[in-house]
C-alpha cells in the first residue's frame, strides 16, 4: 500500500471554477502535511502547509481530517495559471517526505 | 530567502560512464539534504538522506555504491550515479533543510543515459 494516494485526475475544468482533490494517507503517526505545486519538467514548490484546523492562502483553502487520514484542496475562482500538478505530502515525523503521486490540473479558458 | 540550486541542470551521458550532480544551499546552512529521483508521470521517490559530515541513509532498494552522496560541508551535497545505464535515466532533484518541517527543493537535474 503507497504512504500517499492521490487521484491522478486529470481534472479539466473552466476559468473561475472551484475545483476540489483528496488525499489519503497511511501512517496515523504523520504529523506534518502539505502541498506542492509542480509544473512540468519542475521542481516542487511549496503552496501551503496543511493544519489541523484548516488553513487558508488567498483562493486556497487546505484541510486535514485526521481520523479519515486524509487532506483536501479547494481552488476557488481557478485561473489559467493554476494548471500545474499538485502534489500531496505527507512528513513521518521524522523529516522524511512521502509524495502522492500528483493530481494533474488542466484550467481551460 | 531558502534558494537551493543544482548543477547540471540537464546532462547526457553514455552508458558505463558516471555522473556528479552538485546540490547547493545558496543562502543557509542545511544540515539536512535529500536526494530524490521522479521518473515520468510518477511522484518523487525519496532515495537517500544525508547529514553533513555523516554516511547518507539510503532508502530501501537504492543502492548506496551506485548512488554515491557525499554531504562534505554545510551547503553542499554531490549525489554520483557510477556505471550508469539507460534505465537510471530520470529527473534526480536534491532537497535541502535547516529545520524540521520545510525543504526546499533544487531545480533537479534531468539525466538521459544513451
Known amino acids: 500500500r503507497k504512504e500517499v494516494e492521490q487521484d491522478p485526475g486529470p481534472f479539466n475544468v473552466p476559468e473561475g471554477a472551484t475545483v476540489a482533490f483528496n488525499c489519503t494517507y497511511s501512517?496515523?503517526?504523520?504529523?506534518?502535511f502539505f502541498w506542492y505545486r509542480q509544473d512540468c519538467r519542475k521542481e516542487p514548490k511549496l503552496l501551503m502547509s496543511v493544519y489541523s484546523s484548516g488553513n487558508e492562502d488567498g483562493r486556497f483553502t487546505a484541510q486535514l481530517n485526521r481520523a479519515s487520514q486524509y487532506i483536501s484542496l479547494l481552488i476557488r475562482d481557478s485561473k489559467l495559471s493554476d494548471s500545474a500538478t499538485y502534489l500531496c505530502v505527507v512528513d513521518d515525523n521524522f523529516n522524511k517526505f512521502y509524495f502522492g503521486s500528483g493530481t494533474k490540473l488542466n484550467v481551460k479558458p | 530567502g531558502a534558494v537551493v540550486s543544482q548543477h547540471p541542470s540537464w546532462v547526457i551521458c553514455k552508458s558505463g560512464t558516471s555522473v556528479k550532480i552538485e546540490c547547493r544551499s545558496l543562502?543557509?546552512?542545511?544540515?539536512?539534504m535529500f536526494w530524490y529521483r521522479q521518473f515520468p508521470k510518477q511522484s518523487l521517490m525519496l532515495m537517500a538522506t544525508?547529514?553533513?559530515?555523516?554516511?547518507?541513509?539510503?532508502e530501501q532498494g537504492v543502492e548506496k555504491d551506485k548512488f554515491l552522496i557525499n554531504h562534505a560541508s554545510l551547503t553542499l551535497s554531490t549525489l554520483t550515479v557510477t556505471s550508469a545505464h539507460p534505465e537510471d535515466s530520470s529527473f534526480y532533484i536534491c532537497?535541502?533543510?535547516?529545520?524540521?518541517?520545510?525543504?526546499?527543493f533544487g531545480p533537479g537535474t534531468r539525466l538521459t543515459v544513451t
Open positions: 532537497s535541502a533543510s535547516q529545520s524540521s518541517y520545510e525543504q526546499y
Open positions: 544525508s547529514n553533513e559530515g555523516s554516511k547518507a541513509t539510503y
Open positions: 501512517n496515523s503517526a504523520s504529523q506534518s
Open positions: 543562502d543557509f546552512q542545511a544540515t539536512t
